[in-house]
């Protein structure tokens, strides 16, 4: 039958074609759904096939390896994906692990089941070489990853073993001249191969120069050579002679890794006339093991006076004599690259520019055509910059050449030096025959540099040079300069917000509309004027809200302007729809943004046009995000995230990456609102690794904070203060305190949350910081108003509920002199009242008019008084704890309707504790009794039942009696 095998390591993907053939049904097309990444047609295909009773067992179980397939296929999709949870692309990996071991065991004589541990072996590779990288990526749960790794890979050998054994064994009965026997025996020596090659990427894992990465090579090496015995001839054995290198390379063994290379490339060359396929894959060997092999001598270099990089060399030239078409091949751009930098180390300089500048100039013409040759082309141009800086004064340098090198170092985004590299061209270039070809690019080149390191002053005059002087040679590159020189005096307007820039913008927009009239950029124009006026609306968001519908209603009209034929048309679209989001028509936004895609999907609108592709790319990226905030506001955050999904990666260009910050901030303020929480805190969390700078991440971290906080309150442990509700409050202050970091200015009310928050935690010295932060910012706003005022009296109350916070941080951490000074000082505010204050507070009793006289001077807060009457117990002076019994006295006379309430009860117990502690510290026997006499009062009364601290009570009592007695009372 025929199956889709794919390799998890990329040497070995030529292997991974199917093996055998068979009918075309509902199982392969379902296979087909999966490979064109359609995975939830094909979940529906493979579960129909399993719920189908008219088929048989072996046809239904052949939907359940579908599902193993599929889940497969999904987690490979993802594995190289950095955005992903590592753990979650774990889950994975085992669940497809366990699909394809459900299938193995339920159904041990299914046809399949050679191909289903093919599959899992492959999958377990791609496993192990995942849990490889997350190794080095988090160096705590390294061993974890080891040792799942170390089991994924011996899993892997112990399954290809398995299925070529089993193969093997049916070769036994069957025809050597038969097709079948030839399509199982290709597929057991791939078993084989596998077995052999999975020991050289479990090496991977260890230490280099360790004994396990020894041990393990080794073992590699043994199994590699037992296998080229038997497959000399084939393209397997050519492959295990590439791996067979690499393993030496790997133990540092110089000689038998260049033999082993050498081998590899040993077989001749296939016809490319007549045999098309083995040409491919030979060649595509033959230039891996090159590439390798360059790339192997130039690291050994000199070594035991042994030129290695002069061996590469020479097996270079017969590279180039067997394979001539090797620039158009796979892998041989690389192997070249290789060799270029073994001439350049050698000091060839001549000899490296030559080859790196052919295989620029190879790329560059294979640019529409070849993946790979965008790529190519920066590599080569950076090798030769890396060339001219290292040899360029012993060179001749056309100019040409010396473009390749200033492109280069502007792809490296060395804007400076790039600079200088297009004046080095220009200064090369001569007569009048090269200005189109080098001087006039050149400066385009040095605008467009300034343009992308934000130089914009010193872009506008690059460009005002080029269409003052140029422009009767090139007139529609003058054009261009004059465009581009718009646009940099629009960057630095907005830069620097200075009106004289704005003048310049003005008149660098104007004089490009009057003298280009017809340039193709004309109609541009409008376009950007349009993105200004939203800029503008959006600057003046503070300045009333008819100005800003003025610059909206403008912005609207220039980008209505751009026409069907601008490659900015649809980007003008887009923004027509932002436009409707902020001015909160979302249904119209959302409508606006179905016909930009509308447009571009539509066949009679498809362009070849790299500049229009790229900006459509971005318009659909400011439908995407603008789209899911339309959800946002209309309090739809499921279809948030559903349009926010994949966004990352179909809008992966340079141009659009801009936008994942508020993509991010988007997915996280959903999932807080769909209490997903711990899938929000991943994102946010993310966003704190890759976006630190962004404020917007500081958003997040203060959603998740908040979310966090809501998830305490409604946590089923919340009255008990358990281990849920701790967690969620823990985060919430964690999250609050990293969002506080990047303000340049906290609040008042923002130190008196978090402090509240670490306060009911019980961490106690973070509690204290914030709150007394909190208390200088609001006493500052005290001494800023005049009178008694509303806003003066909420000041007044915030600061009692912090005092109270503080009197307990206090107490807790043993500072009962510092709670003393807060309350003293927030009891009695006038300075000069403190002290007769304090003397009356000692009487044990006085009279109504003394008690009068005492209410006016002081503030008669509970939580105060009671606060400092908990200071002055631990404190135990003796002076002191008499205060502290007036105050409790105080408010338990004062205040008779809080009678035998929850408050009440908590300052009476508190009086007896001072009562207690006063009689045993100063041994004053009518102090215990006060204790004795109340509480006898108190049960001949049974109030104390409902109390809720009618315990407490009796412990006190207790303690009174055993200490009369101890006084002979």
């Known amino acids: 039958m025929k199956r889709t095998i794919a390799v998890g390591f990329v040497f070995l993907l030529a292997l991974a074609a199917a093996a055998s053939a068979a009918r075309k049904d509902d199982f392969e097309f379902a296979q087909g759904l999966v490979e064109f990444k359609y995975y939830d047609l094909a979940q529906e295909q493979f579960e129909a096939i399993i719920r189908d009773t008219s088929r048989s067992n072996e046809d239904r179980a052949n939907g359940e390896l579908g599902l193993a397939l599929l889940k497969k296929a999904k987690v490979l999709d993802i594995r190289n994906d950095p955005k992903q949870n590592p753990d979650d692309i774990l889950k994975g990996f085992e669940d497809a692990e366990a699909g394809f071991t459900q299938f193995l065991s339920s159904y041990p004589t299914h046809p399949r089941q050679t191909d289903a541990k093919f599959e899992i072996g492959i999958m377990l590779q791609s496993k192990g070489s995942f849990l490889s990288d997350q190794k080095e990526k988090d160096p705590g749960r390294a061993e974890e990853f080891r040792k799942k790794a170390e089991d994924a890979y011996d899993s892997a050998t112990d399954l290809f073993k398995g299925a070529a054994d089993s193969m093997e064994k049916k070769l036994e009965d069957l025809d050597p001249e038969s097709d079948r026997f030839r399509d199982l025996d290709w597929d057991a020596r791939r078993a084989r191969f596998f077995e052999a090659a999975t020991h050289y990427n479990k090496g991977q894992l260890y230490t280099p120069g360790g004994a396990e990465r020894q041990g393990t090579m080794e073992r590699a090496i043994e199994k590699l050579t037992k296998f080229v015995w038997e497959n000399e001839e084939n393209i397997l054995g050519g492959y295990a002679y590439f791996y067979l290198g690499l393993a030496c390379q790997d133990l540092e063994q110089p000689d038998e890794a260049m033999e082993w290379f050498s081998t590899a490339f040993g077989y001749p060359v296939p016809d490319p006339k007549t045999d098309t396929g083995n040409y491919l894959k030979w060649s595509d060997l033959y230039l891996q093991a090159y590439w390798k092999l360059f790339e192997y001598c130039d690291q050994l270099g000199v070594k035991d006076g042994r030129d290695f990089r002069d061996e590469a060399a020479k097996k270079a030239v017969e590279m180039l004599q067997r394979l001539p078409d090797v620039l158009s091949r796979n892998y041989g751009h690389r192997a070249l690259l290789a060799y270029a930098r073994i001439l350049k180390n050698m000091g060839d300089a001549k000899g490296a520019l030559e080859r790196a500048t052919e295989i620029s100039t190879k790329a560059e013409s294979l640019m529409s055509t070849e993946t790979w040759a965008p790529g190519t082309n920066y590599l080569a141009n950076a090798l030769i910059n890396e060339i001219i800086s290292e040899h360029g004064g012993s060179l001749s340098l056309p100019p040409d050449v010396l473009m390749k090198a200033a492109l280069g170092r502007k792809t490296s985004r060395e804007w400076n030096d790039a600079v200088r590299s297009f004046q080095q061209v220009i200064a090369a270039a001569e007569g009048d025959a090269q200005l189109k070809?080098?001087?006039?690019?050149?400066?385009?080149?040095?605008?467009?540099?300034?343009?992308?390191?934000?130089?914009?002053?010193?872009?506008?005059?690059?460009?005002?040079?080029?269409?003052?002087?140029?422009?009767?040679?090139?007139?529609?590159?003058?054009?261009?300069?004059?465009?581009?020189?718009?646009?940099?005096?629009?960057?630095?307007?907005?830069?620097?917000?200075?009106?004289?820039?704005?003048?310049?913008?003005?008149?660098?927009?104007?004089?490009?509309?009057?003298?280009?009239?017809?340039?193709?950029?004309?109609?541009?124009?409008?376009?950007?004027?349009?993105?200004?006026?939203?800029?503008?609306?959006?600057?003046?968001?503070?300045?009333?809200?008819?100005?800003?519908?003025?610059?909206?209603?403008?912005?609207?009209?220039?980008?209505?302007?751009?026409?069907?034929?601008?490659?900015?048309?649809?980007?003008?679209?887009?923004?027509?729809?932002?436009?409707?989001?902020?001015?909160?028509?979302?249904?119209?936004?959302?409508?606006?943004?179905?016909?930009?895609?509308?447009?571009?999907?539509?066949?009679?609108?498809?362009?070849?046009?790299?500049?229009?592709?790229?900006?459509?790319?971005?318009?659909?990226?400011?439908?995407?995000?603008?789209?899911?905030?339309?959800?946002?506001?209309?309090?739809?955050?499921?279809?948030?995230?559903?349009?926010?999904?994949?966004?990352?990666?179909?809008?992966?260009?340079?141009?659009?990456?801009s936008w994942f910050p508020l993509v991010a901030l988007a997915r996280v303020l959903a999932l807080v609102e769909l209490k997903k929480l711990e899938e929000g805190e991943q994102e946010a969390l993310r966003m704190r690794s890759e976006y630190a700078e962004w404020s917007g991440t500081a958003s997040a971290l203060y959603a998740v904070g908040n979310a966090f906080r809501r998830a305490a309150d409604e946590a089923p442990d919340k009255a008990d203060r358990g281990p849920i509700w701790q967690a969620a409050l823990k985060k919430a202050a964690d999250y609050m305190a990293e969002y506080m970091k990047s303000k340049e200015r906290v609040t008042a009310e923002e130190w008196e949350t978090i402090g509240g928050w670490y306060y009911l935690l019980k961490e106690w010295a973070l509690a204290e910081l914030a709150l007394t932060k909190a208390l200088e910012i609001y006493n500052q706003r005290l001494d800023a108003i005049a009178g008694e005022t509303p806003e003066k009296k909420e000041i007044v109350k915030k600061e009692d509920g912090i005092s109270v916070m503080l009197s307990e941080i206090y107490i807790s951490q043993g500072k009962f002199a510092d709670a003393k000074n807060v309350f003293e000082r927030l009891l009695i505010p006038d300075a000069g009242a403190r002290a007769r204050v304090m003397e009356i507070l000692k009487m044990s009793e006085f009279p109504q008019a003394v008690l009068e006289e005492l209410m006016k001077k002081i503030r008669a807060v509970p939580s105060i008084m009671y606060g400092l009457a908990q200071a002055y117990l631990k404190l135990m002076q003796q002076e002191d704890m008499v205060r502290g019994m007036t105050l409790i006295k105080i408010l338990l006379k004062v205040d008779r309707s809080r009678m035998y309430t929850a408050d009440w009860w908590k300052w009476q117990l508190l009086l007896h504790e001072i009562w207690l502690n006063y009689g045993m510290a100063f041994r004053d026997p009518q102090a215990l009794k006060n204790v004795v006499e109340q509480y006898k009062s108190f049960s001949s009364l049974g109030v104390l039942k409902n109390s809720g601290l009618e315990k407490e009570f009796a412990a006190v009592n207790e303690k009174a009696q055993t200490e009369l007695r101890n006084l002979g009372r």
């Not at 913008?505 to 017809?518: D, H, L, T, V, W």
């Not at 979302?586 to 930009?596: E, G, H, I, P, Q």
């Open 437 to 657: 070809q080098f001087t006039i690019p050149s400066w385009m080149q040095i605008g467009d540099c300034y343009l992308r390191a934000e130089k914009y002053l010193e872009a506008y005059y690059a460009f005002d040079h080029i269409e003052a002087t140029f422009r009767k040679i090139d007139e529609a590159e003058a054009g261009n300069a004059a465009y581009y020189r718009y646009r940099a005096a629009t960057g630095q307007f907005a830069v620097t917000q200075d009106p004289w820039f704005e003048e310049l913008k003005k008149k660098a927009r104007s004089r490009f509309a009057e003298q280009y009239p017809k340039h193709p950029k004309s109609i541009d124009l409008q376009y950007f004027e349009g993105a200004d006026y939203i800029d503008d609306a959006d600057t003046a968001r503070g300045s009333g809200a008819e100005k800003v519908a003025e610059f909206y209603k403008l912005a609207m009209e220039r980008l209505a302007g751009v026409q069907k034929t601008s490659i900015l048309h649809e980007k003008a679209l887009a923004r027509i729809g932002e436009v409707l989001f902020k001015t909160e028509d979302y249904r119209k936004a959302l409508s606006t943004f179905d016909s930009v895609r509308k447009f571009i999907d539509n066949p009679e609108n498809v362009t070849t046009d790299p500049e229009r592709k790229a900006n459509r790319q971005q318009s659909l990226a400011i439908c995407t995000y603008y789209s899911a905030m339309c959800h946002s506001r209309m309090k739809e955050p499921s279809k948030v995230l559903d349009i926010l999904k994949g966004f990352e990666k179909t809008y992966a260009d340079e141009n659009t990456r």
